[in-house]
């Protein structure tokens, strides 16, 4: 148990549908992550929020919303998907962004395996 | 943009032996790095890190050896254990953004 719990475990959506991915963090952190993890590729960085503001957009096409309403929950909106986009949906926090190089070590959740169909 | 990768996929060690994993990165800036673990269904966990002034640490049964020259980092399990399988990604930073590799499967056979 890492303090960070994501909700569903997996998703199976069409490429019409809108669904969204919840995080929550129980660590008291103010940095929250969205990371995208694929078969056989590295982890790739999607959105950073601080204190509730977004710090980082990672290029991330628009059919990806992110939503940070405080420091402990995280959404990302998904809508009209492509089949390119499943993947497992990781999130994390950590206690601030930056500060990865100080020491704030990045916690993940266990992800959401998503599929598009 | 910067590579970091590993120089094999799979890794098969016997219970007991030490297991060696290797990562090279390209971005010689880099100051920062760290090894994570991911189990079979389970977002990646925290192993130990590293920064550049320093080219060995040791945590609990891992030590972690960072070689500037030939920008080469290498995870060592001592007396490895069939908890240890599971996929080992090497992530490095100069900037706070982690860069990661794709990650080395790890399996351990009695």
């Known amino acids: 148990e890492t303090g960070v719990t994501q909700t569903p475990r997996h998703l199976v959506m069409g490429m019409t549908n809108k669904k969204s991915l919840k995080c929550e963090q129980h660590?008291?952190?103010?940095?929250m992550y969205w990371y995208k993890q694929s078969a056989k590729k590295p982890l790739e960085l999607m959105f950073v929020y601080n204190f509730k503001e977004q710090t980082e957009n990672n290029s991330v096409p628009s059919r990806f919303s992110p939503e940070c309403p405080n420091s402990s929950h995280l959404f990302l909106h998904l809508h009209t998907l492509q089949p390119e986009d499943s993947a497992l949906y990781l999130c994390?926090?950590?206690?601030?962004?930056?500060?990865?190089?100080?020491?704030?070590?990045?916690?993940f959740g266990e992800g959401s395996w998503l599929t598009v169909v | 943009g910067e590579n970091v990768g590993l120089h094999l996929p799979t890794l098969s060690v016997q219970e007991g032996d030490n297991s060696i994993i290797n990562c090279a990165y390209s971005?010689?800036?880099?100051?920062?790095f760290i090894w994570y673990k991911q189990e079979s269904g389970k977002g990646p966990q925290f192993i130990i890190d590293i920064r550049s002034n320093m080219d060995k640490r040791q945590g609990q049964r891992v030590t972690v050896l960072l070689n500037k020259t030939v920008k080469h980092l290498s995870l060592q399990i001592a007396a490895t254990q069939p908890g240890d399988s599971a996929v080992y990604f090497c992530a490095e930073t100069d900037t706070d953004k982690l860069i990661f590799g794709t990650g080395t499967r790890l399996q351990v056979f009695p």
């Open positions: 994390a926090s950590s206690q601030t962004y930056p500060g990865t190089r100080s020491g704030n070590t990045i916690y």
């Open positions: 971005n010689s800036a880099s100051d920062y």
């Open positions: 660590l008291g952190h103010n940095a």
